[in-house]
Structures are given as C-alpha cells and as structure tokens.
C-alpha cells in the first residue's frame, strides 16, 4: 500500500499483506544478516536453560506472587487459581522500560563478545585478515534491546499497512517506554501427554511477540477451526501478533490464538519477548481506522488494567479481548 493512502476500514487486501511480509522478511533478513545475532540468540536461549537448571531452593527467591512483579518463576500458568496445573515452569523478566535479570545463573548477565566482521581476502597466499569483535553489554540487555528494534520495525510495517503514518503504533502505545518481558517455558517429558497441556489456548495480551523454540515441536496455532503445529524455522523468529494490535487495528488484525503441547519424550524449550504498550497507555481502536461504517469495535483500557485482568485468572483463549468487544 503507497505511504499516504488514506485510511480506510476496508479489509486487508492481498496486496498489503504482501507489502508486510516484505517488510517482515526484510526485518528477518536483517535479523539474520545485521541484526540478532545466531550466537546471541543461543546464548540468551542458554542462559535460561541454565536458570531452569538451578536447584529449587534458588529459584524461590524469584517465586513472585503478583503478575507485574519485574522477576518471577513459577509452573503452570497461574497457580493461585488453577485447579490443574499445567505441564510448564517459566521465568518472566520485565526488561523494558526498567531492565531486570535475575543475578543467577551468571550467564544472565555476562557481556558477550560479538564477532562483527570478519574479512579473509586470499590470492594465492593469505593477504589480509580483518577481524572486528566487540564486547557488549548483559547478554540479555544486549538481547532485547536487539528485539526491540526488530519490533518497532515490524510495527512500522504493520502501520502503513493500515493506510497510517508508519510512526503511527509506535508513537499511539508508546513503544519507547513500552513494557517488554522476556518470558522462558520449559516443557519437561510428560508421561501422559493426551492428559497434559503446557499452556492452554490463549492469545498475547501486547502487540507482537518474538518467539524462538528449539527443535522440538509442540507450539499450536489455530488456523480455519483447526490446531495446526508449527516447528522452529532455524535463525528465524515466529511472530505473533497479539491483543493490542487487534484492538488498535479495529480488528483488522486478529490476534493469534494458540496453546503449547508437551510429549513423552523431549524436553521442549521456547523463548519468547513480548512487546505492548506503555502501563499506562489508554489503547483504543485508532481514530483514524473508525467511521459511521466501521465504528469502534472495542472499548479502551489501560494497558496496565488489561495485563492484569488477563494474567490474575485462568487462562482462557481470548475471553479477556472478548470482554473489551462493543
Ligand atoms: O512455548 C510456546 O511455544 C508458547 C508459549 C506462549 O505462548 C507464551 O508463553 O505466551
Ligand atoms: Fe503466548
């Protein structure tokens, strides 16, 4: 879609989806090419394998009780209200606009080196070796900050789609001082798989989520009525658009309902970094996006408010949204 379109409230066409999977494989080329690095993006994947590691009894100093605590761990989904836990433990780190990481494991919190450059012009005998390193911050600062940027360019893309200024979503939830939360799921071998789920079907309540796994399968979309898995695609992110993106698009964009399975066998692992709106951002569909013909199809709320009413109780597939739904 040309920038400078006027917004209208008429389906995504074709044309505009391809316009964003461009700009979506743009930002994982650059992901791939120039942005998160392959071995960053082990090194923050090992280092919450480690903090699943770490002996019980040290892990309790992050067994937070309420959902906006900056570090928490625990199993299931929320424990306080379930009556069957599920077949998951997580750790949960706010990262953004405040930084936190747990103190152990160290690998938490170690600078990583990161190979920049590396140039080997050969002509018959070596000529000339150029390496470049640099030494960057806590891997996970260094991580999310990185996911980050590749957020707030996919939300630019996902702007002008919508016939809006391509700042539009950045500037509307106030990605700078958005809330980011790194968010760890292990999924250990279950006996009983058919018995079992790792986490129920349920949407994200931010705008998009970045999501690795390693290769053992077990996350789930809902796709035409049915589950359909989806596996790990090596060096690349899953993107998930979630709640507040369907409530500022005025439902053009739906969020994606999907759940976790576990199995007999493997250990499964994912990492995802969900990116929302500022706490005290008041999200409602955009202006721009509602008319006689097409009138809000939401009621606003705080996002603090929305957080908070999703993550206290059970969850429920998109029960939370459906509430918001004029
Ligand atoms: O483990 C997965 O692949 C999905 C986890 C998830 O949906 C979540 O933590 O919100
Ligand atoms: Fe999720």
């Not at 018995?195 to 035409?224: F, R, W, Y």
């Not at 899953?238 to 500022?248: K, P, R, S």
């Not at 202006?287 to 009621?299: G, I, S, T, W």
Request: proline share 6%; glycine share 6%; charged share 25%.
């Amino acid at each position: 879609m040309p920038r400078g379109r006027p917004a209208t409230n008429a389906p995504i066409l074709a044309e505009d989806v391809a316009r964003i999977l461009d700009k979506l494989v743009k930002a994982f080329r650059k992901v791939i090419n120039h942005g998160v690095p392959e071995s960053l993006r082990h090194a923050m994947f090992d280092a919450c394998k480690s903090f699943f590691d770490l002996a019980e009894k040290e892990k309790l100093e992050y067994a937070g009780k309420h959902v906006l605590d900056p570090i928490r761990c625990g199993t299931s989904f929320n424990a306080s209200v379930e009556k069957v836990f599920f077949w998951r433990d997580f750790l949960k780190v706010f990262v953004h606009p405040e930084f936190h990481a747990p103190n152990k494991p160290s690998g938490f919190r170690q600078g990583f080196l990161i190979l920049n450059s590396f140039n080997l012009r050969l002509n018959g005998t070596l000529k000339d070796v150029n390496l470049k390193f640099s030494f960057s911050r806590e891997i996970s600062l260094e991580y999310c900050k990185r996911t980050r940027e590749v957020a707030a360019e996919l939300l630019k893309g996902i702007s002008e789609s919508l016939g809006l200024e391509e700042n539009y979503i950045n500037k509307a939830l106030e990605l700078d001082i958005g809330v980011q939360v790194l968010l760890a799921n292990l999924y250990p071998p279950c006996p009983q798989p058919e018995l079992a789920m790792g986490i129920p079907p349920h949407s994200d309540h931010g705008c998009l989520t970045l999501l690795m796994q390693n290769e053992v399968g077990g996350l789930q979309l809902k796709h035409n009525g049915h589950w359909v898995q989806v596996n790990a695609i090596p060096k690349s992110y899953l993107v998930n658009t979630a709640d507040h993106i369907e409530i500022l698009s005025n439902g053009k964009y739906k969020s994606v309902l999907h759940r976790a399975v576990v199995n007999e066998k493997c250990t499964r692992m994912s990492v995802a970094v969900q990116h929302g709106p500022s706490l005290e951002t008041f999200v409602t569909p955009a202006f721009e996006l509602v008319n006689k013909e097409n009138p809000a199809a939401y009621h606003g709320m705080k996002y603090k408010d929305y957080v908070e009413q999703q993550q206290s109780g059970s969850l429920n597939g998109k029960s939370c949204l459906e509430r918001l739904r004029v």
